[in-house]
């Protein structure tokens, strides 16, 4: 019998059948290695799906309604130094105090995930912001109780802007 230069002589011997059964056998163990494969894969991105939604979905949550409290006493804030009505400015200072109260609930909640020290930095970073825009904020609503709107304007308009766009700027970056 002649040698094939394509095949071995173990594989040329064998019948036709045999060499099908042989071929079909190794496409079985091809299609379950790419399987396993594919399968670990899968188990790889459920994991990364598990921990983004548990862990860094929240925490987007979380810094979203901070910044909507931070945006929404600035708001209040700004009407407060514009109104010379007390019966608005008790409405307006409710509104801030909850407003606040919002967003120390959700940074606080945010900062107990936030486990690296890049994020931590963030956060003093936000906190000596919101810290000096509560300064000024405080500045503004004591001007504006006291019948001082133009001061209060002034106030509100130049410190408390700036430390209030500090602040979310440090939310941004969180």
């Known amino acids: 019998m002649r040698r094939s230069p394509v095949m071995p002589d173990?594989?040329?011997?064998?019948?036709?059948a045999a060499r099908l059964n042989l071929g079909f056998?190794?496409?079985?163990?091809l299609?379950?290695?790419?399987?396993?494969?594919?399968l670990v894969g899968l188990n790889q991105v459920g994991n990364r799906t598990g921990e983004l939604s548990g862990r860094w979905l929240p925490g987007v949550a979380q810094l979203a309604a901070g910044r909507a409290?931070?945006?929404?006493?600035?708001?209040?804030e700004i009407r407060h130094s514009r109104t010379s009505d007390r019966s608005y400015h008790?409405?307006?200072?409710?509104?801030?105090?909850?407003?606040?109260?919002?967003?120390?609930?959700?940074l606080g909640a945010y900062a107990a995930?936030?486990?690296?020290?890049?994020?931590?930095?963030?956060?003093?970073?936000?906190?000596?912001?919101?810290?000096?825009?509560?300064?000024?904020?405080?500045?503004?609503?004591?001007?504006?109780?006291?019948g001082q709107q133009?001061?209060?304007?002034d106030i509100s308009d130049g410190a408390a802007s700036m430390h209030a766009e500090e602040a979310l700027a440090a939310l941004e970056q969180l």
Do not use: M, P
């Open 25 to 29: 056998g190794l496409g079985v163990v």
């Open 10 to 16: 173990r594989l040329a011997r064998l019948g036709l």
């Open 31 to 38: 299609a379950v290695a790419v399987g396993a494969v594919g």
């Open 90 to 106: 008790a409405e307006y200072e409710e509104k801030i105090t909850a407003a606040l109260k919002t967003v120390e609930t959700e």
């Open 113 to 146: 995930k936030a486990s690296d020290e890049e994020a931590a930095q963030r956060l003093a970073d936000f906190r000596k912001a919101w810290t000096a825009y509560l300064q000024a904020q405080q500045k503004v609503l004591q001007l504006g109780r006291g």
């Open 69 to 76: 409290a931070v945006l929404e006493a600035r708001d209040h």
């Open 150 to 153: 133009q001061d209060a304007a």
